[in-house]
Structure formats: C-alpha cells, structure tokens
C-alpha cells in the first residue's frame, strides 16, 4: 500500500495563492489515480480534483474548476501537486491527497470511501 504524505499548507489571503503537494512512498503512483478532497469544519469531506492514471486526464469540482490546477511528476512518479489560485474564504478546510488503484479505469473516481490509501492532511486557511 502507498503512503502518502501532504506538504505546503497555511495561512493566506483571499485571492492568494498556494501550492499544495503530495509525496507516496512505499512504491510509486503508477497506476494509480490521485485525488485531492477537503473537509471543511463540520463538513463533510469533498471531492477536489483528481487526475486519472488512465489517460492521464484530470477533472474538477465545479468549485474549484478554472482556479484550481492537479498535475503529476510523471518522471519520478511519486508526486502529485494540486496548485491553488484566487482562493477564496470558502476554500479553506483541511486537503486531504488519496489514492486509487486503477490501471485501466475510465471513469474520473469522485467518491472518497472508493480511494485505497489517504495522506494525513494539511490545513489551509483563506481570511478574507
């Protein structure tokens, strides 16, 4: 099973910018569909982004969709990165990366309780 550990989280303005990043160890992401959720307090967690190993196509929560951008090091292929632009008050929660073995899926995979693996979370907060 892969581990996955979250990075880049904080403080920042309406309208900022962050970077969020993801790093597996234990094997790499191949084959692996990598997904971006949040939970916002008393929430429950929500589907972000996620970027698909078959095909290597990405989609977006209509929330976040045109602001926010997913992508992969595909060379390495231990790193998934979810950069975060013109954030907003209502983006913050804590961002969770998950993974999903799916070598040969065609469907973008939005349901969190269908992910195998989940990192521990990193908390962003937009003040307004």
């Known amino acids: 099973q892969v581990q996955l550990v979250e990075f880049g989280g904080g403080l920042v303005q309406a309208g900022g910018s962050l970077r969020l990043s993801c790093v597996a160890s234990?094997?790499?992401?191949?084959?692996?569909?990598m997904g971006w959720f949040r939970q916002a307090p008393g929430k429950e967690r929500e589907f972000v982004a996620v970027s698909r190993w078959s095909g290597g196509t990405t989609f977006y929560a209509d929330s976040v969709k045109g602001r926010f951008t997913i992508s992969r090091d595909r060379a390495e292929n231990v790193e998934v990165a979810l950069q975060m632009n013109s954030l907003k008050p209502e983006d913050t929660a804590v961002y969770y990366c998950?993974?999903?073995?799916?070598?040969?899926?065609?469907?973008?995979?939005?349901?969190?309780?269908?992910?195998?693996?989940w990192g521990q979370g990193t908390h962003v907060t937009v003040s307004s």
């Open positions: 234990g094997r790499t992401l191949t084959n692996y569909d």
């Open positions: 998950a993974a999903k073995f799916n070598p040969v899926g065609k469907n973008a995979v939005t349901n969190p309780d269908d992910y195998d693996s």
